[in-house]
């Protein structure tokens, strides 16, 4: 099975446990959270000669002179890192594409997150819009693996949509249903052009703390 497909595959089992969990869970009051028996997705992935990782950094604000992001710009920051390993990757032409839209963060009920470009999250302040630009993704031309850097990219909240902090989750009320959705169990999706062919690529969320 391609990686992607069991993405999938594991993406609907997930679904099918949040929907168990809510069908037992109606004694309740209707508050559903992201079944504990489903562990989430791989972080670490690798397609031919393309290796990514993502992490979300769960001191981010601190990074960006405690800017939060998720509160002020209503987004959710991924740090991605994206490069080539393997036969070939020295000639190869290969590019990561972050342009509007262009990437996607599914959650554990199989909610979509479109991905906003970094030049459309700007703090007002100075400081942290540098810090910001720092830290953003660009996306571009790949290359070695074991040179490339983690960088920023981000995930636009639904107006009924809120961060809980310490669950590190998504709460959505709809229909008089408040879900729970932990982000570190979603899947991100980006595409890759190697040569002329271009790839979808799907990888987990593990949660890290980046030093300054």
């Not at 959270?33 to 972080?43: C, I, Q, V």
């Not at 710009?73 to 594409?97: D, F, K, Y």
């Not at 599914?106 to 700007?122: F, H, I, N, Q």
């Not at 909240?157 to 310490?166: I, S």
């Amino acid at each position: 099975m391609r990686p992607h497909s069991r993405c999938f595959a594991a993406l609907a089992l997930a679904g099918a446990l949040f929907a168990g969990a809510c069908t037992s869970s109606k004694a309740k009051g209707g508050d559903f959270n992201t079944p504990r028996a489903f562990d989430g997705f791989p972080a670490d992935e690798s397609v031919g000669i393309v290796q990514a990782e993502a992490r979300f950094y769960v001191n981010h604000a601190e990074l960006l002179g405690g800017y939060d992001l998720i509160e002020s710009e209503r987004v959710i920051p991924v740090a991605l890192r994206v490069g080539l390993r393997g036969a070939g990757m020295n000639e190869a032409q290969a590019r990561l594409l972050t342009e509007d839209g262009d990437m996607r963060m599914y959650l554990p009920d199989g909610t979509v997150l479109v991905s906003r470009a970094y030049g459309k999250v700007e703090p007002r302040r100075e400081k942290p819009r540098n810090a910001l630009y720092g830290l953003a993704h660009k996306g571009g031309s790949l290359t070695n693996f074991d040179n490339a850097t983690y960088g920023l990219v981000f995930f636009a909240l639904a107006k009924n949509c809120e961060y809980d902090e310490e669950s590190r989750s998504i709460v959505r009320v709809e229909n008089g249903v408040k879900r729970t959705l932990d982000i570190t169990k979603s899947v991100c999706s980006f595409k890759v052009t190697v040569g002329e062919n271009s790839s979808t690529l799907f990888i987990g969320l593990k949660a890290d703390r980046r030093a300054k």
